[in-house]
């Protein structure tokens, strides 16, 4: 059953996602049924931003720091490496300033006349005026020290370095909390866990809820993520709610959600709960590609192949191994773990970030100015940046809160009332429940109702028997963005030794119907016009909703439903820069693309 609400042009609107009550990371977070008491608003921003403080982001000339950031989010003008002063039209509701733990704030502190590490022999070679000889001395720095060989890669002492780190965490603590203006803007604190042996990424962002945090953790001490979450453990039997987010598994080589621990152990329920309680949460989009599927993986998918990148970090090596590298396969793995073991290590909700460097967040195609300091601050220099040119202007998270604090902003982060899109900031609902015939989004009080009587995204259902749950869904253009495209519900299963994903066109604009017999929609055109990079809002949809129920249900199923929202295409940032530079447009990247919002997921649970 499907009713797809509203007409052609302007679909009546409601937005909202159930999803069941998760396993949350923090001490005692507000869950879904307490949230539901209270209005929710939807709150915009990035879990995932680098300033001058991490070494890779300093090497790259990035000029500006923690405080900085913020001032920037919160819609203050920052200089950009190119020189030029960058501000936003719209700020940011909330930001995570997220340095890499691994010497942090060391190679700023190079630059301090006043600073013991401006007597450090790699202090000339990281301050080199060249971005190429700085960024070289950063490699050759990495390597030495990952090797072990910390005093020679320095060219100094190493006892040094821990009141380095030290000054620069208080730093990163002071400026968050400065920044911090509770129903007006969230700053969290938090630093980057940068493990990639091999070049295989295995990072996480580490959030912290309160206004203190113990000293990072860092890959250098060891590279397992149960290491880190014995770290979160410890910090949390001190006082400190925190979680943290994996990201980046499109560049893992199938390592973030494995069918193994990092000890070459079977996974076991332990190992689920802890995985789950530590990491409710995956980053899916940002600057390094887009995570939620390959087209190796999804094979029937026909917007599969979108943002790939199959290249491992900090390296030319390919990514060769897809399973365990993206979200969905890591959905459906969770589903299957959980008919056969009856445990799901990979239940996690979804996030969007850009992952910048230059400390100034930008997700918007037009107004790119690339994301890694001088090296692709201008049109030019990104014209002829090779793989870069790959680097999307991804993305943003979406939080449904009661208000714009930390707390209520982590508390929903933590049970997973969450979604992510590639920048646009399109406003996505969805709920699940027995008991929501009735409900319609944007008709009266839906939310509330559906809050009292449903899940939102996040949460889980217990299977019964008939004709499965009703989804509510409901999604709205960005104001200033481009018009939609469609709704989907995307859904992983397993049931007796058996798994698969199944994609249902829920919602489409402008009177299109799908195929009754292959199900094929037809597209929704494409209105750019690649010389002068315009496009138009004459196709597509102001907003969609629907109330669904799967026509495949099977009470006996395991299963997982997300939402994803498409845009109507519109044109690529490198399009635009060719555009103004009056070159041909790359034929190494697509000229369009169509942005998109990914909610997390609701799972429905069979019973024994």
């Not at 925190?242 to 152990?265: C, E, K, R, T, W």
């Not at 799901?344 to 910048?356: I, M, Q, R, S």
């Not at 697509?590 to 942005?595: A, D, F, L, N």
């Amino acid at each position: 059953m499907t009713r797809i609400l509203g007409s052609d042009r302007a679909l009546h609107l409601g937005a909202a996602l159930i999803v069941g009550l998760g396993v949350f990371a923090a001490s005692d977070p507000v869950g879904a049924e307490e949230a539901g008491k209270a209005e929710t608003h939807v709150y915009f921003g990035d879990l995932h931003v680098h300033t001058s403080y991490s070494l890779d982001a300093f090497s790259f000339k990035t000029l500006a720091t923690p405080a900085d950031a913020y001032a920037f989010a919160r819609g203050e003008p920052v200089l950009h490496p190119s020189g030029h002063k960058l501000q936003l039209d719209r700020p940011l509701d909330f930001l995570a300033v997220t340095d890499h733990a691994e010497f942090m704030g060391v190679f700023r502190a190079t630059s301090d006349p006043d600073s013991p590490a401006s007597k450090f022999g790699l202090a000339e070679g990281i301050n080199d005026p060249d971005p190429a000889k700085s960024r070289a001395a950063y490699i050759r720095f990495r390597i030495a020290s990952m090797q072990g060989r910390t005093a020679e890669a320095l060219g100094g002492d190493p006892a040094l370095l821990p009141e380095i780190i030290r000054d620069a965490w208080d730093d990163e603590i002071s400026a968050a909390n400065v920044a911090n203006r509770p129903g007006e803007f969230t700053s969290f604190i938090a630093f980057e866990w940068s493990a990639a042996p091999d070049g295989q990424n295995l990072h996480r962002n580490v959030i912290f809820r309160g206004d203190t945090a113990p000293l990072p953790f860092s890959s250098d001490v060891s590279v397992r993520p149960e290491d880190l979450w014995t770290y979160m453990e410890d910090a949390r039997r001190d006082g400190h709610s925190v979680l943290a987010i994996p990201h980046n598994s499109n560049s893992s080589n199938g390592l973030m959600f494995p069918l193994q621990d990092s000890y070459g152990g079977a996974l076991t329920a332990t190992y689920a709960s802890r995985r789950m309680a530590n990491e409710p949460l995956v980053e899916v989009t940002q600057t390094k590609g887009t995570s939620e599927t390959h087209p190796a993986l999804s094979l029937t998918d026909e917007f599969a192949d979108f943002e790939i990148i199959e290249q491992r970090f900090g390296s030319q090596l390919p990514v060769t191994n897809f399973a365990g590298g993206y979200v969905r396969d890591a959905l459906r793995t969770g589903v299957t773990f959980q008919e056969s073991d009856g445990f799901n290590p990979y239940k996690f909700g979804l996030v969007g970030a850009t992952d910048t460097h230059n400390g100034l967040p930008q997700i918007d195609e037009a107004r790119f100015h690339g994301n890694h300091g001088a090296s692709d601050a201008t049109a030019e220099r990104r014209a002829n940046a090779g793989r870069l040119r790959k680097y999307g202007a991804s993305g943003l998270t979406g939080i449904w809160a009661a208000e714009n604090s930390r707390e209520a902003l982590f508390d929903a982060l933590a049970r997973k009332e969450t979604y992510a899109t590639t920048g646009p900031r399109i406003t996505v609902r969805l709920f699940a429940g027995w008991n929501l015939d009735g409900l319609e989004p944007g008709v009266g009080g839906w939310v509330s109702d559906a809050y009292a009587r449903g899940v939102p995204m996040g949460g889980s259902l217990k299977a019964r028997a008939g004709d499965g749950p009703v989804f509510l869904v409901s999604a709205a253009k960005d104001p200033e963005g481009a018009n939609l495209d469609r709704i989907q519900i995307v859904k992983v299963w397993s049931k007796r030794g058996a798994s698969g994903e199944d994609i249902f066109d829920v919602a489409l604009s402008d009177g299109r119907m799908a195929d009754p017999k292959t199900g094929a929609v037809p597209p929704v055109g494409n209105t750019v016009d690649l010389v002068t990079g315009r496009y138009t809002n004459s196709i597509g949809a102001v907003q969609l909703g629907a109330v669904w129920k799967d026509p495949a249900y099977d009470p006996a199923a395991q299963a997982a439903y997300y939402v994803r929202v498409l845009e109507i295409p519109t044109p690529r940032w490198t399009t635009l820069d060719a555009i103004e530079l009056g070159l041909p447009t790359p034929a190494d990247v697509p000229s369009t693309i169509q942005e998109r919002a990914y909610t997390s997921p609701i799972w429905i649970e069979a019973g024994e």
